[in-house]
T-cell receptor
Framework: SQTIHQWPATLVQPVGSPLSLECTVE??????LYWYRQAAGRGLQLLFY??????ISSEVPQNLSASRPQDRQFILSSKKLLLSDSGFYLC???????????FGPGTRLTVT | AQSVAQPEDQVNVAEGNPLTVKCTYS??????LFWYVQYPNRGLQFLLK??????LVKGSYGFEAEFNKSQTSFHLKKPSALVSDSALYFC????????????FGRGTSLIVHP
């Protein structure tokens, strides 16, 4: 199976604290990996995508960063969280072209 | 450039009735079109896709979608709605000559009433 794991499932953090969200993928090699944020249970905002180890593209300027230290590991980080960082964070994998994306279960982040 | 529009924020339908969730798109080349479903506090699940060939695509859970090139639409349909179909539905498009990045619509909330 091609499973995507995300942790933690939920997180409550104070403003100004650091953040680390992890995504790992099983059952496939060299996937394209994506981080999305969904606010208010609605549209998806693409934050980062990666086509390989150490290759990160950012779609939106913000206080978040991403890293891909291993082929099947994708990490979303922040040094100092803002209230506006609250949301539902989704990791996805894909292969581009004609292929659909598969999503992880998500992390609900609340910044207080 | 690629874009996708879901003109309805919410669709209400009675159980047993047919349902349609609308999607229109814009791409420079040929479109690759996708539908996903999201249940509360869950990730998106892939339902179906159109790449080429038959304009009527069948997918999971009895859903189907019809590709209409002249109207640049890819509406999601189901002949008989179930209460359990209530969820958030996303249409996505990728330009065949474009990048790895699909563009998602804003989503349509489907509510099926018993």
């Amino acid at each position: 199976s091609q499973t995507i794991h995300q942790w933690p499932a939920t997180l409550v953090q104070p403003v100004g604290s650091p953040l680390s969200l992890e995504c790992t993928v099983e059952g496939t090699s060299n996937p394209n990996l994506y981080w999305y944020r969904q606010a208010a249970g609605r549209g998806l905002q693409l934050l980062f995508y990666s086509v390989g180890i150490g290759q990160i593209s950012s779609e939106v300027p913000q206080n978040l960063s991403a890293s891909r230290p291993q082929d099947r590991q994708f990490i979303l980080s922040s040094k100092k969280l803002l209230l506006s960082d609250s949301g539902f964070y989704l990791c996805a994998r894909g292969r581009g072209g004609v292929y659909e994306q598969y999503f992880g279960p998500g992390t609900r982040l609340t910044v207080t | 450039a690629q874009s996708v529009a879901q003109p309805e924020d919410q669709v209400n339908v009675a159980e047993g009735n047919p349902l349609t969730v609308k999607c229109t798109y814009s791409v420079s080349g040929n479109p690759y079109l996708f539908w996903y479903v999201q249940y509360p506090n869950r990730g998106l699940q892939f339902l179906l896709k159109y790449i080429t060939g038959d304009n009527l695509v069948k997918g999971s859970y009895g859903f189907e979608a019809e590709f209409n090139k002249s109207q640049t639409s890819f509406h999601l349909k189901k002949p008989s709605a179930l209460v359990s179909d209530s969820a958030l539905y996303f249409c996505a498009v990728r330009d065949s000559g474009g990048s790895y990045i699909p563009t998602f619509g804003r989503g349509t909330s489907l509510i099926v009433h018993p």
